[in-house]
């Protein structure tokens, strides 16, 4: 099983570039989340997602937009990429319900020059 | 206030001995706690889940108090490969089911 796998691994945008980061799992997970991940500040969640065709914001949305059009993906878009959203970003996925365990991507790592 | 919050330590322990990790949250209405384990430039990954009452699983032991509103982590025996990020993750009430992650406890055990 891939699990959650994220696309790309690594990127490098310029300032006002936009871009979309694509998250696909396979286990058939109703809720998606996007969070990103920076020094001293922990996973802090974007957006995140109940079901497919729903979207919904996180801690820190603004800058983002999401779409979940098929169950099994989850992307994020940057429409003008600035400084501040260098980090890691990060997508898990995980089945309805309080209880149980997200499974994560490996991340992608970007940089904005 | 912060959601979650932990010591981010660094915690730097002998082989062997044991370690603690505190945890607190503030919505009284959370429904599920975990503890996940992150190594360095990896993505995070599920440690254990948190019961009320307390459960083990082998080296190690978690704790919830709902009426303090803190979770705990013990883990005894300490090994090198228990080096790594720990982060307390709490699940929101019914209805709000986003996890919320605390910012990690860093532990190096040292030989």
């Known amino acids: 099983n891939a699990g959650v796998t994220q696309t790309p691994k690594f990127r490098v945008l310029k300032t006002g570039q936009s871009m979309t980061l694509l998250c696909a799992q396979d286990?058939?997970?109703?809720?998606m989340y996007w969070y990103r991940q920076d020094p001293g500040m922990g996973l802090r969640l974007i957006h995140y997602?109940?079901?497919?065709?729903?979207?919904a914001k996180g801690e820190v949305p603004d800058g983002y937009n999401v779409s979940r059009l098929k169950k099994q993906n989850f992307l994020l878009g940057l429409e003008s990429a600035a400084p501040s959203q260098t980090s890691v970003y990060f997508c898990a996925s995980g089945m309805q319900g309080a209880n149980t365990e997200a499974f994560f991507g490996q991340g992608t790592r970007l940089t904005v020059v | 206030r912060k959601e979650v919050e932990q010591d981010p330590g660094p915690f730097n322990v002998p082989e062997g001995a044991t370690v603690a990790f505190n945890c607190t949250y503030s919505?009284?209405?959370?429904?599920?706690f975990f503890w996940y384990r992150q190594d360095c430039r990896k993505e995070p990954k599920l440690l254990m889940s948190v019961y009320s009452s307390g459960n083990e699983d082998g080296r190690f032991t978690a704790q919830l108090n709902r009426a303090s509103q803190y979770i705990s982590l013990l883990i005894r025996d300490s090994k090198l490969s228990d080096s790594a990020t720990y982060l307390c993750?709490?699940?929101?009430?019914?209805?709000?089911?986003?996890?919320?992650f605390g910012t990690g406890t860093r532990l190096t055990i040292i030989p």
């Open positions: 919505n009284s209405a959370s429904q599920s």
């Open positions: 993750v709490v699940n929101g009430d019914f209805g709000n089911e986003k996890l919320t």
């Open positions: 286990m058939n997970h109703e809720y």
């Open positions: 997602s109940v079901g497919e065709g729903t979207t």
